[in-house]
C-alpha cells in the first residue's frame, strides 16, 4: 500500500467513526466526513439533523468547522462517506462550502458502506464555484 493509499484508507477509517456518532433520527442517512488539511491534521464531522429540517448541519460542514476551530485553513482531500451502498456527494451548499477552503484541484473522495471509493477533483463536482 501506498501513503496515498495509506492516507486515503487513513480518511475511511475516521469518517466511519464519526459516521456512527451522526444524529440523524429523522431520516436515520448517516453521514461521516474526514479531511486531510494542510496542517497535516485530519478533521472529521458527521451529519447533525433537527426537527426543523431546514436547521440540520451536513457532515462536510461540520467538519469544516472542525479545521477552521483548530486552526487550518487550506482542504489537502475529503472524504465522505455514505450510509450505504450509493455514493454520497456532497450537496450544492457543501460543494461551495469545501471550495471555500479548497483549491479547483483539490480532490473529493465518495465511499459507499462498502469502501467503494469514487475520487473527483472540486473543478470536477463544481465547474463554476462562485468565486470574487
Known sequence: MNKQQTD???????????QAKAHAPYS??????????EDGNTYTG?????????LGQCAEG?????MVA???RQVREILIASPNEHFCSPCGGCRQRIFEFASKDT???MATSEGEIK????????PFAFEQ
Open 8 to 18: 486515503l484508507q487513513s480518511l475511511f477509517n475516521a469518517a466511519l467513526d464519526v
Open 28 to 37: 436515520d442517512y448517516r453521514v461521516g466526513s474526514a479531511l486531510l488539511a
Open 46 to 54: 458527521c451529519n447533525v439533523e433537527n426537527v426543523s429540517f431546514p
Open 62 to 66: 461540520n467538519a469544516l468547522a472542525a
Open 70 to 72: 483548530g486552526g487550518a
Open 107 to 109: 480532490l473529493v473522495h
Open 119 to 126: 475520487t473527483l477533483s472540486m473543478n470536477e463536482i463544481l
